[in-house]
């Protein structure tokens, strides 16, 4: 691992970076930020349906353990309170199933406690919950983890932040096959699409794995939907630190000439050097034949699973309901 090039004045990578990159880590980075953060800790526990009030009693008679050997097997991560609750997590990225950990771990819990649930969390998205003996088994997945942070009640703080680009760079969240729809009528924005294959917008994090610029009218561009990118990678900086983060660019692609185009994508059109960015990079689009365009129309109704009006700012839609809209293929 470079920690820092030379020519750049300081590191890119947060102390999480240096946990690795297997499940390990980032079972490891969840831990230590519901350590870290009593407001993350118990908006996770609402999430998991354990209604206990976010107080500083209760936070201080939390515990949380990471790797904890027992008969049954070492778990990832568990979180209790003495007579209140035990929370087992089980944590796995990529193809990995949680499969004979479903039951494994039944015994482990502790008898005191009115609530016990077994957190199955994954890369693919699975929201179904199940009550063996007297254990809620909770099924949930990396990308509702970030879901559940990526909003303005959490991502002013740091270690909030730290976590997302963390989870987000390092483990590329893709099971989902979203297809992220943004409006784009600024012009500045529709050439760094254009020319230099990014799509830049204000922070945010999640991991669409394509991208579908929605030119509006008075754009100079055919309105619809007339291009679809795959998403090579995701970062989050401010412009002039763009150098400091070649090697993560490096990474999303190995031909040196889309690397340098990136960099000189980045530098278009900067007034606030500062300003923290969001940029997506993109492979060479696919173009359609015909645009695909929004619902029309004043109905009640209109634009579910696809878009309608205005956009909002993470609109993603699934490949199924993309395909439907394509007029080549109805």
């Avoid at 771990?105 to 699975?126: G, H, M, N, P």
């Avoid at 009218?217 to 007339?226: A, L, P, Q, V, Y």
């Avoid at 689009?285 to 009006?309: C, H, M, Q, V, Y």
């Avoid at 609109?315 to 007029?327: A, E, Q, T």
Wanted: hydrophobic fraction near 35%; proline fraction near 3%; include cysteine.
């Amino acid at each position: 691992m470079i920690l820092k090039r030379t020519e750049t004045y300081k590191t890119t990578y947060t102390l999480l970076d240096l946990l690795g990159t297997d499940e390990v880590a980032l079972s490891k980075a969840f831990a230590f930020l519901l350590a870290t953060d009593s407001d993350c800790y118990f908006h996770f526990l609402r999430f998991l349906g354990v209604p206990i009030k976010n107080t500083v009693e209760n936070y201080k008679n939390a515990t949380i353990t990471t790797e904890k050997k027992r008969n049954e097997g070492r778990t990832d991560i568990e979180l209790s309170q003495e007579n209140k609750y035990h929370i087992i997590i089980e944590c796995k990225i990529g193809k990995g199933k949680v499969l004979k950990q479903r039951t494994q771990y039944l015994t482990a819990f502790d008898a005191s406690v009115s609530k016990k649930i077994l957190c199955i969390l994954t890369q693919e998205r699975d929201t179904n919950k199940q009550i063996e003996n007297d254990v809620i088994i909770k099924n949930t997945s990396w990308l509702e983890i970030i879901e559940l942070y990526n909003n303005k009640k959490f991502i002013h703080k740091t270690i909030i932040t730290d976590f997302l680009k963390f989870a987000t760079k390092n483990y590329k969240m893709k099971e989902l096959k979203e297809i992220l729809i943004q409006d784009l009528s600024d012009q500045t924005e529709i050439r760094r699409f254009k020319e230099f294959n990014i799509y830049r917008r204000d922070q945010t994090f999640g991991t669409p794995i394509y991208f579908a610029p929605y030119f509006n009218r008075g754009s100079g561009e055919t309105e619809g939907i007339t291009k679809l990118s795959k998403i090579l990678g995701i970062l989050t900086f401010k412009p002039d630190d763009i150098e400091n983060y070649r090697s993560d660019l490096e990474s999303f692609s190995t031909d040196t000439e889309t690397v340098n185009k990136w960099i000189n994508g980045i530098s278009l059109g900067n007034d606030e050097k500062d300003v923290v960015y969001t940029y997506y990079f993109l492979d060479e689009p696919l173009t359609f034949k015909s645009p695909l365009r929004k619902d029309g129309g004043r109905e009640k109704g209109r634009g579910k699973n696809w878009i309608a009006a205005m956009i909002p700012p993470n609109r993603c839609v699934s490949f199924s309901d993309f395909l439907k809209h394509i007029p080549e293929l109805k």
